[in-house]
């Protein structure tokens, strides 16, 4: 059995291990495919050292089959097909006991404080997996979890037909985020910098802008008749971004957080008292945006073998971390079970 683990200073080791027998309340996973995100690659970075016990066995998305439960586990058997809501939280905080476990004030996001996904054989607690139907295949069910990121993002902007929504930051994400508003109803602007990335994004019938090119400003104000944005969603994580996008959402139209700020930002405040705005914060998922996010993929809402820009044996995750980060893929899965005779 291999496993795949981030040992510090930027490096991957893959390596042999023994499986553990599952406790009584686990289920052991055959892990078929890891999708790798930004947040893997900022844990490859050693941005998050502080945070992960190190080695860690990284991956969060992912879709495996179950191959042998706990004496207690009575809900799953070997063979049934899952995923994993990667969270785990304590329940008495004020977060949970407020119905907001989610978002949990000690959460457990497995794969980052606790081992995750990149490895042959995973035992998991039974109550994270999410049962997967026949409709959708082990290889677009790895893209669950970010779709039930978008869709979470989507649900908590209220988002509702035929108003304009603006998308700051054309990665998987964003992109996903535009493909279940679309499916609502919405009209989607998508601004992303990257030309390969605005290739693919035209290509599903969106309209991309380069906003280095354009005046977004003006841009956003033609297209909305001078109304302005009905949502913009920020999911660039850039300061520029967020000092400028504030310019274009309409009166008391909402600037939704999905990126990851690490950095405080500037911000113009004026324009939120003078328009009436509204920030609003959006993280992860509830177990609901997971069972919605399935639901997209199986319909076919979104488009997987167009987002999935290549599959890579467990033996490549290096190579895989290399071409997410020169900005050559979209998504990249790693396939755990195989691994190349290189
Ligand atoms: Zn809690």
């Given at each position: 059995?291999?496993q795949?683990?981030?040992v510090?200073?930027?490096?991957?080791?893959?390596s042999?291990y023994?499986?553990k027998?599952?406790?009584?309340?686990?289920?052991?996973i055959?892990?078929s495919?890891?999708?790798?995100c930004g947040?893997?690659?900022?844990?490859?970075?050693?941005?998050?050292?502080?945070?992960?016990?190190?080695?860690?066995?990284f991956?969060?998305?992912?879709s495996?089959?179950?191959?042998t439960?706990?004496?207690s586990?009575?809900?799953?058997k070997?063979g049934?097909?899952?995923t994993v809501?990667p969270?785990?939280?304590d329940?008495?905080?004020p977060?949970c006991?407020?119905?907001?476990?989610?978002i949990?004030?000690?959460?457990?996001?497995?794969?980052?404080?606790?081992?995750?996904a990149?490895q042959?054989?995973?035992?998991?607690?039974?109550?994270?997996?999410?049962?997967l139907?026949?409709s959708?295949?082990l290889l677009n069910a790895?893209?669950?979890?970010?779709?039930?990121?978008?869709?979470h993002?989507?649900?908590?902007a209220?988002?509702?037909p035929?108003e304009?929504?603006?998308?700051?930051?054309?990665?998987?994400?964003?992109l996903?985020?535009g493909l279940?508003?679309?499916?609502?109803g919405?009209e989607?602007l998508?601004?992303?910098l990257?030309?390969n990335r605005?290739e693919l994004?035209?290509?599903?019938?969106?309209?991309?802008?380069?906003?280095?090119k354009i005046?977004?400003?003006e841009y956003v104000?033609?297209?909305t008749?001078t109304k302005?944005?009905?949502?913009?969603?920020?999911v660039s994580g850039?300061s520029v971004a967020?000092?400028n996008c504030?310019?274009?959402?309409k009166?008391r139209?909402?600037?939704?957080i999905v990126?990851?700020?690490?950095q405080?930002?500037?911000?113009k405040?004026?324009?939120?008292?003078?328009?009436?705005l509204?920030?609003?914060?959006?993280?992860?998922?509830?177990?609901?945006?997971?069972e919605?996010?399935?639901?997209?993929?199986?319909s076919?809402v979104?488009?997987?073998?167009?987002i999935i820009s290549?599959?890579?044996?467990l033996?490549?995750l290096?190579?895989?971390?290399?071409?997410?980060e020169?900005?050559l893929?979209?998504?990249?899965?790693?396939?755990v079970?195989q691994?190349?005779?290189?």
């Amino acid at each position: 059995m291999l496993q795949a683990q981030y040992v510090g200073d930027r490096k991957i080791s893959i390596s042999e291990y023994t499986p553990k027998n599952p406790e009584a309340n686990e289920v052991q996973i055959r892990v078929s495919y890891v999708g790798l995100c930004g947040t893997d690659l900022h844990v490859v970075h050693g941005s998050m050292d502080k945070r992960v016990d190190i080695p860690l066995c990284f991956g969060h998305e992912m879709s495996g089959v179950v191959e042998t439960v706990g004496s207690s586990v009575t809900q799953w058997k070997a063979g049934d097909f899952v995923t994993v809501m990667p969270l785990d939280w304590d329940g008495t905080c004020p977060a949970c006991l407020s119905g907001h476990q989610h978002i949990c004030q000690n959460l457990n996001f497995v794969g980052i404080d606790s081992p995750g996904a990149l490895q042959t054989l995973w035992n998991v607690a039974e109550n994270w997996l999410v049962r997967l139907p026949n409709s959708i295949s082990l290889l677009n069910a790895a893209l669950v979890e970010p779709v039930a990121v978008a869709f979470h993002d989507v649900k908590r902007a209220e988002v509702k037909p035929d108003e304009k929504i603006v998308i700051i930051g054309g990665g998987p994400i964003g992109l996903l985020i535009g493909l279940v508003a679309r499916n609502i109803g919405a009209e989607v602007l998508i601004v992303e910098l990257d030309s390969n990335r605005r290739e693919l994004i035209d290509s599903l019938g969106f309209k991309s802008v380069d906003s280095t090119k354009i005046d977004l400003e003006e841009y956003v104000n033609l297209w909305t008749g001078t109304k302005g944005a009905d949502t913009v969603f920020e999911v660039s994580g850039s300061s520029v971004a967020v000092l400028n996008c504030i310019d274009l959402v309409k009166v008391r139209g909402k600037l939704i957080i999905v990126a990851i700020h690490g950095q405080p930002r500037e911000i113009k405040l004026q324009r939120v008292f003078w328009r009436e705005l509204s920030i609003i914060g959006v993280r992860v998922y509830e177990r609901t945006d997971f069972e919605s996010a399935i639901d997209l993929i199986a319909s076919g809402v979104i488009p997987s073998e167009k987002i999935i820009s290549a599959v890579l044996p467990l033996s490549k995750l290096t190579e895989a971390i290399e071409r997410l980060e020169k900005g050559l893929a979209m998504k990249i899965l790693i396939d755990v079970q195989q691994v190349s005779a290189e």
